[in-house]
């Protein structure tokens, strides 16, 4: 894989914006529980599958309207979640290296440190060795991703199971709440929707999904301002229709996991002192420009839905909050509110806080002269963003969308303004 240097890229905290401080909404309580629920290859646009995390995370807590990731890739991204920091300092740049992550960097092995029981139930890190236990977490079952029949280690006994996946990471889960009511815990779930290759549970495998006619990206015609990848890309409507229908089926078991989970700490009446964030790893493009898939600098690739909910802290009253929040957000935010400070820088600021940021910095390690995206790197404003790809040390192409007036990004329109100079100084140029 050809990735960018160092120097290529923007050092420590340089690429993000300067990020106010302010204090926090609320007086928190100590050491509340921590629920974390990621899924996979989930865009935004899909809140139909999963209402009652819309209506009881978001409704009921804040709704992060310019959620996104900054790397649009599974294991870059997971681990940005896990460290708070963004794919070039933590290492992972791409699906097949997991090791490079620092352990001692992330969000769980702070709160066990710190007195928290972890666990996690379902996805790990791409090509991470199964037989091996996930660092830092005291209780565990991972799995090969697969909907049925997984291959599983299960607090060291590895093995297939039969069933479906969510819903044992369900069970799981449900067995890890009731057997840790005396003590803190962080409970990390990640069930392998809505990846491909969306199967569904049983249940919801024929149920009705409201039909989707695309998007203007999804029909565009003209698309010779785009990177060649992206002009020989031939995927259309139908396939995008065929694509989002099975994902919003396997969503629905991840809003029944949810639910379950709920219920068991509305029973034992912590659901208040419960801190509990849900994201997806990365966005999915339905044919936009046609293309199917992630790792693009485009918005149904890189936003995703993103939800806390912190009713004694004093996120429980569903607002919707516009500021740019993204994965490296994640670990700074759990770790303030478990009153935890970092042991490593992070690039990423704790959500609790009023501080917003006014850019962004994306990036991609792909392989440069392979037929996909390659190399890449943005700056993303929310109304705006400045793609650069490259080939080695150069710049072999350029992207330029005012989102206000172009959301589906149909108008290249590259010129020499503010984010471009801000990229090529952010890089050492």
Known sequence: MSQLSRRTFIAGTAAAAAVTSAPAAAAKPKRPNILLIVTDDHRRETEWAIPSIVDLIGGQGVTFSQGCVTTPLCSPSRSSIMSGRYARNHGVVDNTAPGRLDQDTTVQS????????????????????????????????????????AQWNVNGAVGRRPGYTTT??????????????????FLYLSPYASHGPNTPEDKYANLPVPAWDGNPAVT???????????????????AGQKVRQAQLRTLKSVDDLFKAVRAELVAQGKLDD?????????????????????????????????????????????????????????????????????RTRMDGTSLLRGGRRSHLFLEFHGQADGPGPGVWASIYTGSRIYTEYYDGGGVKFREYYDLRADPHQLENRVRADDLAKRLATARGL
């Open 220 to 238: 565009e015609t003209d698309k010779s301002d785009k990177p060649p990848f992206i002009q020989n890309a031939t995927q259309d409507l139908a």
């Open 110 to 149: 702070h709160l066990r440190a710190g007195g928290y029981r972890t666990g996690l139930f379902g996805k790990y890190l791409n090509a991470w060795d199964l037989a091996q236990a996930p660092p830092n977490f005291d209780d565990f079952a991972i799995m090969r991703p697969a909907y049925r029949r």
């Open 274 to 342: 419960t801190l509990i964030i849900f994201i997806g790893d990365n966005g999915f493009s339905w044919a936009e420009h046609g293309h199917i898939g992630k790792s693009v600098p485009y918005q149904p690739a890189f936003r995703v839905p993103f939800y806390l909910s912190w009713p004694a802290g004093g996120f429980g009253k569903g607002t919707d909050d516009d500021r740019l929040a993204a994965n490296i957000d994640v670990a700074p935010t759990i770790l303030d509110a478990a009153g935890i400070r970092p």
């Open 168 to 185: 044992l990471i369900r069970r799981h889960a449900l067995e890890f709440i009731k057997a840790n009511k005396d003590q803190p815990w």
